[in-house]
């Protein structure tokens, strides 16, 4: 027994004294498991191909997961089920560079091409609906985007562009795609912007867009007036909130280690949504997230990867392990 006893003493002071040179989990470490390479393992896309660089993800209420990337390799656009089994794809040769991927109400798919200045909508099969934007020519005009980045959604069907790389503004239209306004210039005060990554709308109508190289998400009415802001959460890359108000960001401290590492060293954090108080955080790389239906996250990485994390901890072996 004692021999039993030293042991534990030992085991727990040698844990101790290894963790006292690290920084805690900002409120606590999030109990979540993790698929590395959800959409690649099990391998069921056609022979030949894989991920380039994954630059966003989003899942359907069924738990179908629509993957955006930019490798030669594959369509730009994959679609999975829940398993990760391919299903379909499409895209090939439509967009400059793929950047921020949605799925309306409807299901149907919105995309922002930054290499090609626009905006397209399309269904879960792959049909073209409607196309936004001048393909390859930047501008600042109602029918116009500079590198667009994101799309967010009102109930009634209006949705909100970040724009983005180029310009520094959000705009707002019509379900069927009608000019209604815009907000934002580029500059550190409220309203104004330096890159607006992401953009989302909770259930109160209140508009939230990672201003990410300024460091903070700042949070509007519908119709872009200034509400307050959150600046302890870094450089947020991407962000998400589902029916239940719940918001999940993924983010670097700040913009010069987004810029240095590339997506690379990132945080996921659950956030309070009334108050931005930070309810739990762990490391991952990320570009983009989103939400599934039975609580899963997803992240697109720019390291070619679709990272799954899965509500449980797993503490003992991996799969395929002996």
Known sequence: MKIVCLCLFLFSTAVSLAQQG??????????????????????????????????????????????????????????????????RSWGKGLFGNPHGLRLDKSGNVWVTDNGDHQVMEFTKEGKLLLTLGVKGKAGTTPSTF??????????????????????????????DGKYLLEWGKRGTGPGEFDLPHVVRVDSKQNVYVSDRENNRIQIFDANGKFLRQWTHLGATQGMDINDKDEMWIVTHRNNAENISYDALAGRIMKIDIAT?????????????LALGPKDEIYIGSLTGNVFKWTPGWSTGLREGEK
Do not use: C
């Not at 590198?147 to 707002?172: E, H, I, L, Q, W």
């Not at 931005?276 to 983009?288: D, Q, T, V």
């Open 276 to 288: 931005g108080k930070i309810l739990g955080a762990m490391e991952s790389p990320g570009h983009w």
């Open 146 to 175: 500079n590198r667009p980045t994101d799309v967010a959604f009102m109930p009634n069907g209006d949705f909100f562009v970040s724009d983005g790389y180029g310009n520094s503004r959000v705009v707002k239209f019509s379900r």
């Open 22 to 87: 690290w920084y805690p989990h900002e409120g606590g470490l999030l109990k979540y498991r993790v698929q590395i390479r959800f959409g690649e393992e099990p391998d069921t896309m056609p022979n030949g191909w894989k991920f380039g660089r994954v630059s966003a993800v989003d899942v359907d209420r069924e738990g179908n997961v629509y993957v955006f990337q930019r490798g030669p390799k594959a369509d730009p656009i994959i679609v999975f089920d829940s398993q990760g089994k391919f299903l």
